[in-house]
């Protein structure tokens, strides 16, 4: 399950905009806000050290944090962040406020195992990735670290559907309308022709219609991605 819930101390502070902002940074903090459970908007400050720490460390996103603001803890899921695009320095936080059965929407990320188990990858295949996450509504205090997945006896041509991904207890996907791809297990890319690939004919048409599914899911996740910024 997800990593273990940890406690951050903050500031509350009365100005916000971007000059509040940037004085904030030139003090070592990092600006952030906690929204959420029907409560108004808490403008805060944080330690740099720690927000660069828990955000380059891994399981910040799925992760469940304890922000004492003043004294008063709050329990909060990180739901967005902002770098700065040349440093990496952590520019802003946005926090969820989460109640102790609050439900959750996260992307989780995809975890691949036993690659040297496949034939396929054995036989100069590629693992051709459509998803590294996917998106889930879960408990808050039960967000995975990661879904796996067994790549151990998938050959060239094989595509790993989401149907056949094994989740955890109470994890349901958010997109239900299909049974997208998660990743494929393509032929190598200099190896174009049956005969070059050692396959079969039939094998090479597989192996062509799961690139052909793999790009038409890869374009359809860019599409949502692109459709949730918006």
Known sequence: MSHETYELKAEAREKVGKGSAREIRRNGKVPAVIYGEKQPPLAIALSYKDIFYKIHGGGFK?????????????????????LDPVKDFPMHVDFLRVGEHSLVTVNVPVHFLNEDASPGIKRGGVLNIVRHDIELQVPADQIPDAIE??????????????????????????????????????????????????????????VKEAEAEAEAEEAAAEGEEGAAKE
């Open 62 to 82: 799925t992760t469940v944090a304890i922000i004492d603001v003043n004294g008063q803890k709050i329990r909060v899921l990180p739901k967005d962040y902002q």
């Open 149 to 206: 997945i067994d790549l151990k006896g998938l050959k060239i041509g094989d595509i790993i559907h989401i149907s056949s991904v094994k989740l955890p207890k109470n994890v349901e996907l958010t997109i239900t309308d299909r049974d997208f791809t998660v990743a494929t297990i393509a032929a190598p890319a200099v190896l174009t022709e049956a005969e070059e690939a050692g396959v079969t004919e039939e094998e090479l048409v597989e």
